[in-house]
């Protein structure tokens, strides 16, 4: 460690993984660090004998001048001219991703990215693999930092890792089985541009060894096309009956059955709702197929598997009307996929805060690809944009009701009014910020709203 670590070493961003890698180096023995972030920081009791600089404020970068290495946290945008000056006069940068890969006693590493659908399939594949007995554990983006792994880890553990972008943007170094998701467009906030983004993507496979097993949609272009950039020997194809590749992959996805190497999963059979579930189930199978698990076994165990909170959750149905609870839909395309899963007459409920997001698609394909939408309550900052775009897209000419909210809460009531046979969706394609802390406390209003009824 001490060759990749050479100290100062600065820890850049001091939220939970900035604190997670301070505490990993002072576990280390890394006796002079750097605390650098724009907001106050508040450090934790420090052994005698290490010594802590704290930069902070609006020149928190200013640390960097005290520092041999710095450890980027995955929020910080590694581009920046500071960053790029303190690399051209000699020092290193390197992340939590990188350091954990490097330094990994697990008996495999499993890396997951995507879009859409990364914390469900990073779950399912640890859900199989605990069916399975096979001793596991989920770091990174969701679960725990990748660095607290390295505090409990075995030699016969398989460590999962969900990664954003932001966490792959600098990595040289990819795990045994890497799994790329649908990859569409995300984060234009923060990178420059969607060429920089697939770019940050492809380094979970791009430096695979030809030994490791990349896991790809064949049916996704920009998917398709990173999957391109891997090395492994083994590449498993997850392909639609109906799509592009008619049927020719590794993993074949017909209506709502998955089949692979003769053996069919049928939705029916599962307990998670959303037929573009079958695409993170068919990863997720292929994923632990690379690990030795046999196709029948993870079948078997995703049977079982539940849904992740507020990702097409099913309420359950009352007075007639079935509920969903998509909150963590907070991009158009989320709300695409769960809306093509209904199967009654349905309510949607839309909107939330304003991430400048194009609603064009989503509005054509609500109002010209779902005959069963009666209507729309649409709430939140983007409410009259969204409505400015259905109306472009005819929702009035195809008889879909629409109208706006203040509070969920309206929206809720009026979306009743869709009646016995029907379903009530919350699939916002938004997020929550205006109107709730997040998605998980606009998730749990709407749950309390479908518990008090």
């Given at each position: 460690?001490?060759?990749?670590?050479?100290?100062?070493?600065?820890?850049?961003?001091?939220?939970?993984?900035?604190?997670?890698?301070?505490?990993?180096?002072?576990?280390?023995?890394?006796?002079?660090?750097?605390?650098?972030?724009?907001?106050?920081?508040?450090?934790?009791?420090?052994?005698?004998?290490?010594?802590?600089?704290?930069?902070?404020?609006?020149?928190?970068?200013?640390?960097?001048?005290?520092?041999?290495?710095?450890?980027?946290?995955?929020?910080?945008?590694?581009?920046?001219?500071?960053?790029?000056?303190?690399?051209?006069?000699?020092?290193?940068?390197?992340?939590?991703?990188?350091?954990?890969?490097?330094?990994?006693?697990?008996?495999?590493?499993?890396?997951?990215?995507?879009?859409?659908?990364?914390?469900?399939?990073?779950?399912?594949?640890?859900?199989?693999?605990?069916?399975?007995?096979?001793?596991?554990?989920?770091?990174?983006?969701?679960?725990?930092?990748?660095?607290?792994?390295?505090?409990?880890?075995?030699?016969?553990?398989?460590?999962?890792?969900?990664?954003?972008?932001?966490?792959?943007?600098?990595?040289?170094?990819?795990?045994?089985?890497?799994?790329?998701?649908?990859?569409?467009?995300?984060?234009?906030?923060?990178?420059?541009?969607?060429?920089?983004?697939?770019?940050a993507k492809a380094n979970l496979v791009r430096w695979q060894k030809r030994a490791g097993t990349c896991v790809y949609l064949k049916d996704a272009e920009p998917t398709a096309k990173i999957a391109g950039e891997s090395p492994a020997g083994t590449k498993y194809a997850v392909s639609l009956k109906d799509g592009p590749s008619a049927g020719d992959g590794d993993a074949v996805i017909d209506g709502a059955t998955l089949a692979i190497d003769d053996e069919k999963l049928y939705l029916s059979d599962c307990k998670v709702r959303g037929i573009y579930q079958l695409e993170n189930m068919a990863a997720a199978t292929l994923a632990v197929?690379?690990?030795?698990?046999?196709?029948?076994?993870?079948?078997?165990?995703?049977?079982?598997?539940?849904?992740?909170?507020?990702?097409?959750?099913?309420?359950?149905?009352?007075?007639?009307?079935?509920?969903?609870?998509?909150?963590?839909?907070?991009?158009?395309?989320?709300?695409?996929?769960?809306?093509?899963?209904?199967?009654?007459?349905?309510?949607?409920?839309?909107?939330?805060?304003?991430?400048?997001?194009?609603?064009?698609?989503?509005?054509?394909?609500?109002?010209?690809?779902?005959?069963?939408?009666?209507?729309?309550?649409?709430?939140?900052?983007?409410?009259?944009?969204?409505?400015?775009?259905?109306?472009?897209?005819?929702?009035?000419?195809?008889?879909?009701?629409?109208?706006?909210?203040?509070?969920?809460?309206?929206?809720?009531?009026?979306?009743?009014?869709?009646?016995?046979?029907?379903?009530?969706?919350?699939?916002?394609?938004?997020?929550?910020?205006?109107?709730?802390?997040?998605?998980?406390?606009?998730?749990?209003?709407?749950?309390?709203?479908?518990?008090?009824?």
């Amino acid at each position: 460690m001490q060759n990749t670590l050479v100290a100062p070493v600065g820890v850049l961003g001091f939220g939970v993984e900035g604190q997670s890698t301070f505490n990993y180096l002072v576990r280390n023995g890394v006796k002079d660090i750097v605390v650098m972030d724009k907001n106050p920081v508040k450090l934790p009791e420090v052994p005698a004998g290490v010594n802590v600089k704290v930069s902070s404020g609006d020149n928190y970068m200013d640390g960097l001048k005290d520092c041999v290495t710095v450890v980027r946290s995955a929020g910080v945008y590694p581009m920046s001219p500071e960053l790029f000056k303190f690399q051209m006069n000699g020092g290193l940068m390197t992340s939590q991703i990188q350091l954990f890969l490097e330094q990994t006693k697990s008996k495999k590493t499993v890396g997951v990215t995507g879009t859409l659908g990364k914390g469900s399939t990073v779950s399912m594949i640890s859900h199989i693999l605990t069916k399975c007995g096979v001793n596991n554990e989920i770091g990174g983006n969701f679960g725990v930092p990748a660095l607290d792994l390295l505090e409990t880890e075995t030699a016969d553990r398989v460590s999962i890792l969900e990664l954003s972008s932001f966490q792959l943007m600098t990595l040289s170094v990819s795990p045994d089985v890497g799994v790329v998701l649908r990859v569409s467009t995300e984060h234009l906030d923060w990178h420059k541009s969607v060429e920089e983004y697939r770019d940050a993507k492809a380094n979970l496979v791009r430096w695979q060894k030809r030994a490791g097993t990349c896991v790809y949609l064949k049916d996704a272009e920009p998917t398709a096309k990173i999957a391109g950039e891997s090395p492994a020997g083994t590449k498993y194809a997850v392909s639609l009956k109906d799509g592009p590749s008619a049927g020719d992959g590794d993993a074949v996805i017909d209506g709502a059955t998955l089949a692979i190497d003769d053996e069919k999963l049928y939705l029916s059979d599962c307990k998670v709702r959303g037929i573009y579930q079958l695409e993170n189930m068919a990863a997720a199978t292929l994923a632990v197929k690379a690990l030795g698990i046999k196709v029948a076994d993870a079948f078997e165990a995703l049977k079982s598997y539940e849904t992740l909170p507020f990702r097409m959750e099913f309420k359950g149905e009352k007075n007639g009307i079935e509920f969903y609870n998509d909150s963590y839909a907070t991009r158009p395309d989320a709300t695409i996929a769960a809306t093509a899963s209904m199967k009654r007459p349905f309510a949607l409920i839309l909107g939330g805060s304003e991430k400048n997001a194009d609603f064009t698609e989503l509005s054509n394909i609500l109002v010209k690809e779902r005959p069963n939408l009666k209507q729309i309550a649409l709430i939140g900052a983007t409410a009259e944009r969204m409505l400015a775009d259905l109306k472009k897209a005819g929702v009035d000419a195809a008889g879909i009701k629409t109208a706006l909210f203040p509070t969920l809460e309206e929206a809720f009531a009026d979306s009743l009014s869709i009646g016995k046979g029907g379903t009530v969706i919350m699939s916002p394609a938004c997020a929550s910020f205006g109107l709730f802390k997040n998605y998980k406390v606009r998730g749990q209003v709407f749950d309390k709203l479908v518990a008090d009824l």
